[in-house]
């Protein structure tokens, strides 16, 4: 049975793979790392082994690593786009810093190491729509450009020292779990948060500012699916396109108002998510996710904003 380290579990992607995790791996052989300080619900902390893990402390992950003889490593941590405009030398520290503390601790202790990469490794000059798996990719964002070098040196790695690394580019992520904090991309969980709570909402971003979407389970399923693929498969090691739904915020209004028809949502666009959203691609190509380790999601719009509602009835209600 994989012995797995989940950094970041706390966080939007974390807290809902830890669940899974646990629930197929067996709770003894996923450890939480979490950030000191972080508030730990009761299922983290009933649930199974649970260590502070900061991905830029290399010590303290390599002592995990021993600890609990870990040979898959899930890398969440990360510092969001508009967040990361705003604090540039922490999204560095921690997603090109920690990574590379990864990355030398997965040559040393032979792991697999999945970090995630984005649609916002793209930029202007990227195709806008079915953005190839492989293009230009110049970002303006620090967001993009740490997630651009993350993908080379996990590609360097792989290549040079055949660590196994896989990554997946992530749409904006809908959950019902933990809010994300920070992307350009929250309000499109956000709105659903007031629509059920009956509360009027603020959209930061223009209408026909298309993004790639994806609801929690068709992401948690992608991670799990390629960190099991076989790697005879895998022609591309960082980091596969993987789509689901792309929508602008007059589609996602729209469908939320058929639930909820008198939902009121305007538009207080901030700009800096606007340049952005702008900058990233409309909708991404998944070919080569689909033809090397059969990636197909689950859910489109429709079936997510059921599910999606329904849990926050209970949540929230
Ligand atoms: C963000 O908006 O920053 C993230 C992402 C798409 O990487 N959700």
Redesign the pocket.
């Known amino acids: 049975m994989k012995k797995i380290l989940v950094i970041g579990a706390t966080g939007q992607i974390g807290s809902a793979l830890m669940t899974k995790l646990r629930k197929e791996y067996g709770n003894d052989n996923v450890v939480a790392g979490y950030i000191e300080g972080v508030p730990l619900s009761d299922e983290l902390k009933n649930g199974g082994p649970l260590e502070i893990a900061d991905v830029t402390n290399a010590q303290q992950i390599a002592a995990i690593i021993d600890k609990y003889k870990i040979d898959s490593i899930y890398n969440l941590a990360a510092i ?3 967040q990361a405009e705003k604090r540039p030398l922490l999204a560095w520290n921690i997603q090109i810093g920690g990574v590379l503390n990864l990355l030398e601790i997965s040559r040393e202790k032979g792991c697999s190491l999945f970090t995630p990469s ?3 490794a793209f930029g202007d000059s990227s195709p806008k729509m079915k953005t190839p798996q492989e293009t230009i990719q110049r970002p303006r964002t620090i ?1 993009g450009v740490s ?1 651009v070098s993350c993908e080379l040196l996990s590609d360097y790695y792989f290549y040079r020292y055949g660590v196994d690394t896989r990554s997946v580019r ?4 809908i959950s019902y779990e933990t809010l ?1 904090g ?5 309000y499109a969980v956000e709105i659903y948060y007031a629509a059920v709570k009956g509360e009027k909402f603020e959209i930061p971003v223009k209408a026909g500012t298309f ?1 790639d979407m994806m609801y929690m389970p068709d992401a948690l399923k992608a991670m799990v699916m390629l960190m099991e693929a076989d790697p005879s498969r895998l022609k591309h090691r960082n980091s596969f396109n993987i789509a689901s739904m792309s929508f602008d915020p007059e589609i996602i209004y729209n469908e939320i108002k058929k639930f909820y028809p008198d939902f009121v949502a305007e538009y207080r666009i901030d700009p800096v998510r606007q340049q ?1 959203a702008d900058s ?1 691609p409309d909708m991404l190509d998944d070919s080569c996710a689909r033809a090397e380790w059969d990636w197909k999601p689950d859910y489109d719009l429709e079936s997510m904003s059921i599910d999606m509602i329904d849990h926050l009835k209970k949540k929230l209600l």
Do not use: R
């Not at 992530?170 to 992520?173: C, D, N, R």
């Not at 920070?182 to 929250?186: F, I, P, S």
């Open positions: 969001l786009s508009a984005s649609i916002g967001y997630k992530f749409p904006g992520l994300p920070g992307g350009t991309t929250d993004m952005i990233w």
